[in-house]
């Protein structure tokens, strides 16, 4: 049913309504009038039945009779009529104004009872009740307006809120697909107008969704390929330098041994050698930051505690690193998927390299455990907080890429300030990761190819000690 006429066949339900409120009113109205006037006219009736018997009346019942007359005439009854009846000798026996206020003209008529008794009556009548009456009738009209009026305007708004209330609903929707949740769908609605409004905005909904997932998994592959980039990387950077460095040390080490004869050379050869031996372990840590699952002898991405275990290590392993890590990471036996896994690992990364940068904390805490069908996961400092989030979101990556981290695995990175951390406002990232991830949205992610393992660099030989270098003599030449 479209919305006009849906409206018009309410709004003549209604006035028929109204109407015929308002017309049992006029009845009920009708009703007393015509009463009022039917016992004006019985009054009347009566009023001349005593008058005739007034006239047959003897003397002892003529008191009788004028008393009736006078009960008569004082009654309601009576409207705007009132009986004057005098004697011969002008005496008033019924007084038509016994507050005398009828003014108006009147019918009089002669009575000449049997006893000879003569008697002059008079009708006279006063507008001032008839006005009164008027004036009753256009009250109880207007009375009967308003209340139509009234009851008509009620009902209308009833009406309206009725056809628009699935408007609300339509309102509400459009409000849930404002922060993105485009779960939900609008039921079947009877106005057609509302009803498209609701199939268009289903279907922009389901469209808007299809395109979130879409969004998400391409997202994913791309977090993806980073990974798999990284790890190329590493390798590259393992095979090249890796063995360069090896090569190179192993030539130092020799140089060192064959030039006992020549000291300045030696200690030069001697300094190459401690060189060679820091690039490889800056290379080595570069690995393990590019690929932190490449301990795992398949290649396999290992699980997460021990990666945790690892960063955390490597980060008290820091010389002059000062901040008090803990970490805390309960799965409950769930096994997650390497990827992630890995996002999990990557954000935390960022976030102890930024508490290790920005915050100026003396502890920060990682804390990841399952509650339910999520993985929580949380890294809290009592820094210096970051203050305008927004600000600090623009500026620089690793926020924004831990925010799409999370977003490719439907959870929301939220930043705020830590708990409990007194006057320091400290900083508190958390966000809470769906277990299992949904199956559409799985089915559509291309899974990671196992990286093949990077080959354990080989020991490094020890480097035989350097002989003391002989004192040089000033003016003596070398052998
Ligand atoms: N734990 C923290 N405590 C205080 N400030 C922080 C913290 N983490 C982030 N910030 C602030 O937020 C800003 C943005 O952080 P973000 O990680 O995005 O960038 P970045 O660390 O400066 O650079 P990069 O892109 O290399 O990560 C930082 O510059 C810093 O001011
Ligand atoms: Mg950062």
Redesign the pocket.
């Known amino acids: 049913m479209t919305m006009s006429r849906f409206l018009a066949s309410r709004a003549l339900w209604l006035a028929c309504a109204c109407l015929g409120c308002a017309l049992l009113g006029a009845l009920w109205l009708a009703r007393q009038a015509i009463g009022e006037e039917r016992s004006g006219a019985a009054a009347i009736a009566q009023l001349v039945a005593r008058l005739s018997a007034l006239q047959a009346a003897g003397p002892a019942e003529r008191a009788a009779q004028l008393a009736a007359l006078r009960a008569i005439n004082q009654s309601a009854r009576m409207r705007h009529l009132r009986l004057h009846v005098e004697d011969a000798a002008g005496r008033v026996l019924v007084d038509a104004t016994p507050k005398g206020d009828l003014v108006h003209a009147e019918s009089q008529w002669e009575i000449r009872a049997r006893d000879g008794t003569v008697y002059h009556a008079a009708l006279r009548w006063n507008p001032d009740s008839e006005l009164r009456e008027a004036r009753g009738d256009v009250v109880g009209n207007l009375a009967m307006l308003g209340a139509y009026s009234v009851l008509l305007l009620c009902c209308l708004s009833w009406t309206a809120r009725r056809a628009f209330a699935p408007l609300q609903q339509i309102l509400d929707a459009i409000g849930h697909y404002e922060r993105k949740d485009y779960s939900v769908r609008l039921p079947a609605m009877h106005i057609r107008e509302l009803d498209q409004v609701r199939r268009a905005l289903n279907h922009l909904a389901g469209a808007l969704a299809q395109h979130q997932l879409e969004r998400r998994a391409l997202s994913r592959k791309l977090l993806d390929a980073q990974e798999c980039e990284r790890a190329r990387l590493a390798r590259e950077l393992h095979d090249e330098f890796g063995q360069v460095l090896t090569a190179m040390r192993a030539d130092a080490t020799y140089l060192v041994r064959k030039s006992a004869h020549a000291p300045m050379l030696q200690i030069v050869a001697n300094d190459l050698a401690g060189h060679c031996a820091r690039i490889q372990d800056e290379v080595r840590h570069l690995l393990h930051r590019l690929r932190p699952h490449g301990g795992q002898p398949d290649g396999r991405v290992a699980c997460l505690p021990r990666l945790l275990q690892d960063l955390v290590r490597g980060w008290r392993g820091q010389p002059g690193q000062a901040v008090r890590l803990d970490c805390d990471v309960d799965l409950g036996g769930a096994v997650l998927d390497p990827d992630l896994t890995l996002t999990l690992y990557r954000m935390t990364q ?2 102890l ?3 290790m ?3 100026g ?1 003396s502890r920060a805490s990682i804390c990841i455990v399952r509650r339910g069908n999520e993985v929580r996961w949380c890294v809290e ?1 009592d ?5 305008d989030i927004a600000a ?2 623009q ?6 890429g831990m925010q799409e981290r999370a977003w490719a695995h439907c959870a929301t990175l939220c930043i705020g300030a830590a708990e409990g951390t007194g006057d320091t406002r400290g ?1 508190r990232l958390s966000a809470a990761f769906p277990l299992p991830a949904p199956a559409h949205d799985t089915a559509q992610i291309p899974q990671i190819p196992p990286i093949p393992p990077i080959p354990p660099i080989p020991p490094i030989p020890p480097i035989p000690p350097v002989p003391p270098v002989p004192q040089i003599h000033q003016g003596s030449q070398p052998a």
Do not use: W
């Not at 820094?383 to 203050?387: D, P």
């Open positions: 960022e976030a390299t930024n508490v940068r920005h915050a904390a400092d820094g210096s907080g970051i203050g600090a979101m500026r620089s990556h690793g926020l924004r900083c």
